[in-house]
């Protein structure tokens, strides 16, 4: 089995915004369906997960989302499930949910995405699962072509000193989806939920390389998969569209 985990239950503060952005329309559609969408169309996922908030279960979003996709959730494709307040919590809810309901088998592989990357290409999401045929844990991620420094890191100053320069070459920018095997998945993240305050945690790779002895990868993807974060990046989205 493949599942095929998109989450959508972060609350987004710095894009400053009334909507959640993935809630946000773009082309009189929800950013959340961008994603939804390019995954329903690639059959060998068998089953999509959605994560929301639960404050968000009678949002107006979610509600017509159930209603559009009715047929694709009787026949056991597309699930709701509630997140927690991290986003690790979230995917620990998504993983807990498929071993309740499906059971988990040493083959299964799973796909984690956030919904505030709606611009992700099918062709790389693709590529991807196929590359969890050679490899337990991969995720899409670009080559860095900026120029890179370190700073004193002030937060409240808007200009900051320059501590060094940094080689650029050895730095890749992490997108998602993310693969693994999920059995591998599951049980580094049981480790980790009972020691989550010791750690920060970003994104799902950091749980394979704290937790397993699992050697971890990055498939070349486009730069166009960014995450919308703040109003600027909406901006570039409605251009690119």
Request: charged residues 30%.
């Amino acid at each position: 089995m493949i599942y095929g985990v998109i989450l959508a239950a972060g609350v987004g503060k710095r894009m400053k915004t009334k909507d959640k952005k993935q809630f946000i329309s773009i082309n009189n559609k929800p950013i959340l369906y961008y994603s939804l969408e390019k995954f329903i169309k690639i059959k060998t996922i068998d089953v999509i997960i959605i994560v929301i908030n639960k404050k968000d279960e009678n949002n107006s979003i979610i509600l017509n989302l159930l209603n559009k996709y009715q047929k694709i959730i009787k026949s056991n494709r597309l699930f709701i499930v509630l997140g927690g307040k991290e986003r690790y919590d979230s995917v620990y809810n998504s993983l807990d949910f498929i071993k309740n309901f499906y059971g988990i088998g040493s083959k299964d592989k799973i796909l984690i995405h956030d919904a505030a990357r709606p611009n992700v290409d099918i062709y790389d999401i693709k590529k991807l699962i196929n590359s969890l045929n050679k490899y337990k844990a991969v995720t899409l991620g670009y080559r860095l072509s900026d120029s890179i420094k370190r700073i004193k890191n002030n937060k409240n100053k808007p200009i900051k000193e320059v501590i060094n320069s940094v080689n650029r070459d050895e730095y890749y920018l992490i997108s998602t989806p993310q693969g693994f095997r999920i059995k591998d998945l599951y049980n580094a993240y049981k480790k980790f939920i009972v020691n989550k305050n010791k750690y920060k945690i970003t994104d799902d790779l950091q749980i394979i390389e704290y937790f397993t002895k699992i050697k971890t990868y990055i498939l070349d993807s486009s730069k166009l998969n960014y995450k919308i974060t703040v109003q600027d990046d909406l901006n570039m989205l409605k251009y690119i569209l």
